[in-house]
């Protein structure tokens, strides 16, 4: 399964709201599909059980947090979800490096700079909700792809080459 596959499957119930114009709202709806196996995986090793409830709950956060944001009427007030959102998607970002191990290389990776691009775009949603930029130290939201530098421009890759956990 890759992205376009998985974007067929979606209801077209869930497709033809508002939300789905949101790519953050659909990346995290399709890591969220993912993140089932992950945590299918990861409750298989009794040091990882509570691990994937967290995982799970954390990833399915993002985008609910999203939905519950862009339901909101004013800017101001959907920046607040979107910041809810950003939190959630650092807190899966950091389960998944913690089940790496269960998880492999591959697999964690792919999820770790899925969820960086997730990060990435819901950076700019909050100031453009806002009005105004977010008070965080700079950073720079560069992620290394399987087999080197993935460049946004070229996030195709990361949604054709999904490794799944074995």
């Known amino acids: 399964m890759n992205y376009r596959e998985w974007e067929q499957t979606v209801p077209d119930e869930i497709k033809e709201d508002s939300v789905w114009k949101c790519e953050a709202y659909r990346l995290s709806l399709f890591l969220c599909d993912l993140s089932w196996w992950?945590?299918?995986k990861?409750?298989?090793?009794?040091?990882t059980v509570s691990l994937a409830?967290?995982?799970f709950r954390a990833v399915g956060g993002i985008s609910?947090?999203?939905?519950?944001g862009y339901s909101r009427g004013t800017g101001r007030n959907r920046a607040r979800f979107y910041e809810y959102a950003l939190g959630s998607a650092r807190?899966?970002?950091g389960w998944y490096y913690k089940g790496r191990h269960v998880l492999g290389e591959k697999v964690s990776k792919h999820r770790l700079v899925l969820l960086?691009?997730?990060?990435?775009l819901?950076?700019?949603m909050v100031p453009n909700q806002r009005g105004h930029v977010l008070r965080e130290?700079?950073?720079n939201y560069r992620a290394n792809f399987l087999d080197g530098e993935l460049p946004p421009q070229h996030l195709d890759e990361l949604f054709n080459q999904i490794p799944m956990p074995q």
Do not use: C, F, M, Y
């Open 38 to 40: 992950d945590a299918t």
């Open 42 to 47: 990861l409750v298989t090793d009794k040091r």
């Open 53 to 55: 409830d967290q995982l």
């Open 64 to 68: 609910a947090t999203i939905e519950e």
């Open 91 to 93: 807190e899966s970002r």
């Open 116 to 120: 960086t691009q997730i990060i990435r």
């Open 122 to 124: 819901l950076i700019t």
């Open 137 to 139: 130290e700079p950073t």
